[in-house]
């Protein structure tokens, strides 16, 4: 623990100015929570001043304002660029006082002028019909970070940080949100910060003691336990706590004051003198009591410190007379006449210690990351594509192959380009990218250990949590990224993933917020190559789950091979404000398509494979649907067999790469009109359409078609094991063979060769399983097609 | 920290058996990775006993071995009753060798004898097709706990001793899973863990120094931080690091004396002396090498000791005949004639230290929490019932309602059944139970806190990974529990639900395996009703999640009104091996069905609302069909609505509580057949469909049905904010007026009175509209509607 300097920094006058701007943050955040009109106060407030539904978080607020008021004489005094990231993101009404008092909230919001006009539509404004969130939003001017489902704060910021050498970003992390996961493990975020090239987070953990409920652990340990805690963390910890605001006023600027020095010289440190040694952070545990400066006791019952002061402290005031002028002169104790002037304007006293321009935090343009966006330099991905003479005669290594131009992409954007991933990037075989920029680590280090440094770029942590947090607070200030995982690991990402979905649907309503860079998921390791990891390594369902969200900010790609890879993976790095989902395959798989056909098949994103079909661009009999690599092999190698075998069989592929095409253009903007989806697939005839994941989903995209009721999808349905690559197929029922034999099924007509085939269909399966199970790999036959040396 | 003992307590017999045992675990771990055949190396090994596919990983493997070794002395000194939990799961051929070595194996399956034949099976199902997962999978002896998506040991293991007095549960961390969020966050279950009533975990931090391809960041921070971090989370670090055997055999032997000496001093303060204070409990730091007495090199780069050892040190045998020598000589060195006898069979040095029956950890009952497993006794619960003496008449907060009888059961079952919620039991209005059973805390408690204490059983902390992680380890040793949640951030678990759904669905299909107590989700403070926490607090999508895995796991209920709620949990809490998701509100809304009507409705599933609609049982001219609390209310203010301005329309409305009835029989046991379906939704009227979720999922569920192309569906299509309930419901295009605009325009021949209905509908919706961002409220009317005093 660091020892606070008994000194006590600040003048008479300074003080008076802080605790002014702090007055007034906490004015304007109850005027928010409770009134509709009267915003000055000028007459007794009465009922008819008051909203019908009281909403908002109070507890959290005059913290927030506390720490907001304090970093704003810091960044005047150093001239920083700092940003503010609130964990306790329902303390929403805090963060819009402060940005209006600052200014930036009425240049982005010209009809929340700083009057006393624009107060009465602030207060007004606030969780009402039309108005804004109740939460530190999309809408709030400032923030990256919207803390309605707790737990990313410290990461967001981390994310910011990173080859941002100049930016600070201030962190509060609320006690209640410490208890989650992703936020626990993301105090050791500090291991992967180079204070030579990266900014400085200042965690800032808020202790007030409750949730909305409960006590919170870290604030009901010893202080030496909490103490040890940061320090394990590798923090050195300040603690400022009480609640007398000005004793509180000097300690937080006392410790600002050590803590603004101490991040100087380690950035100096690193920067100038050299220094590689991963420093001790400094951080700050500010104990304050829940609701501070709030009603102390409401109806008999105590509620500034406790847990009565999550929300609002006095409800019910319609029945209550009682609580109408307790409301009064709780916003009355904060002299609103010393802070506002006849007009509602804040006086110059209360403004005197704020900064300018884009150094005020609700302006500070890492905040709105679109603005400081540029194009990533791309190396041309067509001089990474592999031969294809003929389709299917070769194999390739999909993502080693995107590896190689991602190295390129890493080369030629050394401070805007950064890849993710939880310890699986050289597994999933984009170990170029590490060996061009090595990966990020300011631990200890060994000689055995494999192109680790303080000075590498790729992020890689055992923790989807902070790779998905990390990457999110670097695209929200205006960089590029990509994470990569294992397919069924990603759902441990599902939440965040929802609310960065929302975060870019809200954005993209919000005129003032720009485009920021797409969120690139590469899922590879995935279902039908997790053999050899078995049941609990097998789920391809985040597909499923991204779909929900609004079609404007999804896109979901399936390249079937390493050309289309790379094609699919240049189209999402220069896209912008989507969430892309790539799916591809680590091991070694057919090659199909030239880099000229494979550009022209993503762009399209869905068509028919001439080469794999026997239609002759006819009317086909039967369609094979395909999307993704493992699905197009089968179906590839079942319309050999059926070429082959069953030769008058007008058999047609199509290849699905975007899946989104399948959905009816009124339901996504990839979406196909019924027109060109029946011209594919017709509108009478059997598909047999084998994919990548849960087949029901294909059902859903495709159940407005004309010809959905002759659709018959296989897929993934759930069964796996310890197995072979073949084996998963074959427990699935879409190996090639079920394929045949699906198609056999479905056909009427076809006679007696074809009831001949399936038999054999069925015996070759027998076969092949017994086979496995003997030899404990899949038969020659069958290896021949899955790796390379096919032939079609 | 604490200081080790320097006393060497091991006897040099003591040792040479521990090690003993230690080698042939290590050597049968070996074997399984890689031996086909000659299991005793009695000939000189070759490629034709090696397998063709190598899988499995090494580098954790010796140290859980060396840790199975060590527990099993103190059990059997100390006559424990322990079970292991193995973080690193991946280090499956460990726990199946050690089970084997105690013979619980062999009983379970009699086929893996223990003997050379037996240990010939024992090899070649390793990984096999047909054999044995590669992790410790359900199929392992003595496991709770998979392994295979990491984050959850810790949280399983303490989940474990609720309410097991005199369960130990050894748990073992890897220093990769100790990355992430999850594990971060479970070091703090210390502070729920009541010494008094619950059993005690042993964590053992397994420091190996690397993951996958990276070191780990616990291996690489200082020995004062990691020391520090350990204590600030409340522990007392034992540390016990090296790599030579027989010293680091003297250091575990020593620190595990200290250990269980002070748990038992612990339990006896707790239990006799009265002592209610926090307790430091013991851990462990066990440092070894990664592969641990596997190849110091291969092929000039080190292997032990570093991430080159986390899967097969030795690889590529076929091309290597080196390799095979280095494996033969690896295998060797670990003596396998002083640990095996002529037939194969451990020698009885080997065994000598092993505990007997159930206190071996393979045998452990607690691990197949099913054999322990008794019903709770439930209270009636129509005895909780509201009266219903006309649909609709009267209002209740469904939740609240439930939270009585909640109360009930807790009174009734006080050590096998618990509540466990991120700090939301009493936000969702499940209060009752708290007052009942209190909050679980053993950290500091002030006056002012409310129910918090040792003694309180509801587990209550900000994390739904802590919240599901505990409770599947309660459920997974033979108890009863129900987690609620905010329907939302659920989604934050949908991964280690996977994983759970994963479990449940292979141990239906072990025979040994007996079925344990169903995981009971509670989803309350729903999408409709978070309109004053806004968009990040609205997501209905994790039923779309739970679809996705096997039918006969996944059980989904909506029931539409209080007494529906009792009816469905009651039926939830007697299931077993199911996933119980049900989704009901907390806030006040209509009561529609008697106890009798109520029991009858969810024993269907899915039924007619006779006085709802005006079909009077004969054709209807449209069904509006219903699923979710808001849903019905909407339908059946739609069907109101009609009844009285288009009386000669006939209205059916179908209600749906338990959703999979939707879905084909063929897909889901609950499924009904289209004969039933077709009779409650007819083969070709119009089917306005109100649903709670995202819309598509109904067209998943009955897109095979003969009447899917009139069905229409209306949901949540992410469109929300802050506003009031009424406008969430407009936004989503779900409302009543909508419902009847989507009758009118779909009915054919309806005639001018409709038309003038629709417009009517549509000014109405404007007018609302207008209303609520006026008055910040729903008007009156509408009101009267979602609160008390509606009529029908």
């Known amino acids: 623990m660091a020892t606070i300097d008994t000194a006590r920094p600040l003048t008479t006058d300074e003080l008076a100015r802080l605790d002014a701007f702090w007055r007034a943050a906490n004015y304007l955040s109850v005027g928010q929570i409770y009134l509709l009109d009267n915003p000055l106060l000028r007459e007794p407030l009465t009922l008819e001043h008051i909203k019908p539904r009281l909403l908002g978080h109070w507890g959290t607020t ?66 009402f019909p039309g108005g804004i969130p109740s939460h530190v939003a999309p809408e709030t001017p400032g923030s990256i970070h919207e803390g309605g489902e707790l737990g990313y704060a410290l990461a967001h910021a981390y994310g910011a940080v990173l080859d941002n050498p100049e930016l600070l970003v201030t962190c509060v992390v609320g006690d209640g949100e410490a208890e989650t996961g992703p936020l626990a493990a993301s105090w050791h975020s500090n291991k992967f910060i180079n204070p030579a090239r990266d900014g400085a987070v200042l965690p800032i953990l808020h202790l007030n003691g409750y949730k909305i409920a409960n006590p919170t652990v870290l604030s009901r340990i010893s202080h030496d336990e909490l103490d040890a805690l940061m320090t394990g963390y590798g923090y050195r910890p300040w603690f400022v706590e009480g609640h007398e605001p000005e004793a509180m006023h000097q300690a937080m600027a006392a410790a600002l004051d050590e803590i603004t020095a101490e991040i100087r010289r380690i950035q100096d440190a690193a920067r100038e003198g050299g220094t590689t040694e991963r420093p001790r952070w400094p951080m700050i545990v500010l104990r304050t009591p829940k609701g501070w400066t709030g009603p102390a006791e409401v109806d008999g019952l105590p509620v500034e410190g406790t847990f009565r002061a999550h929300q609002v402290p006095l409800s019910k005031l319609a029945e209550n007379p009682e609580h109408v002028r307790m409301l009064e002169a709780w916003m009355r104790s904060y002299r609103p006449h010393e802070l506002f002037d006849e007009h509602g304007r804040p006086r110059a006293d209360v403004l005197a210690g704020v900064p300018e321009g884009e150094r005020r935090m609700g302006a500070n343009p890492h905040a709105n990351g679109g603005l400081l966006l540029r194009d990533l330099r791309l190396p041309d991905f067509r001089d990474y594509a592999i031969d294809v003479a003929t389709p299917g005669a070769h194999s390739s290594e999909a993502t080693r192959v995107l590896g190689e131009w991602l190295r390129g992409v890493a080369r030629d954007n050394p401070e805007t380009f950064r890849v993710f991933g939880p310890d699986e990037t050289a597994s999933n075989r984009l170990g170029a990218v590490i060996e061009e920029s090595g990966r990020a680590w300011m631990a200890e280090r060994l000689p055995t250990d494999d192109h680790v440094s303080p000075g590498g770029r790729v ?71 997790q053999d050899h990891n078995g049941f609990s390594h097998q789920d391809p369902g985040f597909i499923d789950h991204v779909v929900n969200k609004k079609a404007e900010i999804i896109r979901v790609y399936l390249p079937p091979d390493a050309n289309c890879l790379l094609s699919v993976a240049d189209h999402c790095l220069r896209s912008r404000h989507y969430v892309n989902v790539v799916v591809a395959g680590k091991q070694p798989s057919l090659d199909y398509l030239t880099m000229d056909e494979a550009i022209a098949h993503c762009t399209r994103g869905i068509g028919i494979w ?84 849960y087949p029901w989903l294909i059902h859903r995209l495709t159940y407005r078609r004309a010809n959905h009721h002759n659709l018959h999808v296989r897929g993934y349905k759930e069964e796996g094991t310890t197995t072979t690559p073949f084996d998963m197929v074959m427990l699935n029922d879409m190996d090639r063979y079920h394929l045949v034999m699906d198609v056999i099924d479905r056909v009427p007509g076809l006679g007696q060769r074809a009831a001949l085939l399936r038999q054999e269909m069925v015996d070759e399966r027998l076969h092949i399983r017994a086979y496995t199970r003997e030899h404990g790999d899949d038969p020659a036959a069958v290896r021949d097609w899955v790796w390379p040396g096919a032939s079609t």
Request: net charge negative.
């Open 62 to 127: 005059p913290g927030l304002n506390f720490i907001y008021t304090h970093m704003n004489r810091v960044i005047a005094r150093d001239d920083l660029s700092a940003i503010y990231v609130a964990g306790p993101g329902h303390g929403g009404p805090g963060l819009v006082a402060s940005t209006w008092l600052e200014g930036s909230y009425s240049e982005l919001y010209p009809n929340i002028s700083r009057d006393e006009e624009g107060m009465r539509a602030l207060f007004r404004q606030f969780s």
């Open 610 to 693: 001439d080469w794999a079909s026997s239609d002759n661009g006819g009317e086909p009999d039967v369609v094979l649907g395909c999307a993704g690599d493992i699905p197009t092999l089968e179906s590839v190698a079942a319309a050999a067999i059926l070429r082959e075998r069953l030769p008058e069989l007008k058999v047609r592929v199509v290849n699905v790469v975007d899946l989104m095409r399948l959905q009816d253009e009124t339901e996504h903007p990839h979406g196909l009109s019924h027109g060109l989806f029946d011209a594919l697939f017709t509108t009478d005839k059997p598909v047999i359409f084998a994919y990548h994941g």
């Open 459 to 529: 992020m890689e942590v055992l923790s989807e949590h902070l790779c998905q947090g990390w990457l999110e607070g670097y695209l929200l200030t205006g960089r590029h990224g990509v994470f990569n995982s294992y397919e069924a690991f990603i759902h441990i990402v599902d939440s965040m993933f929802n609310q960065h979905a929302k975060w870019l649907k809200s954005t993209r309503q919000i005129p003032w917020r720009r485009p920021v860079a797409s969120l690139n998921y590469l899922l590879s390791s995935h279902v039908w190559r």
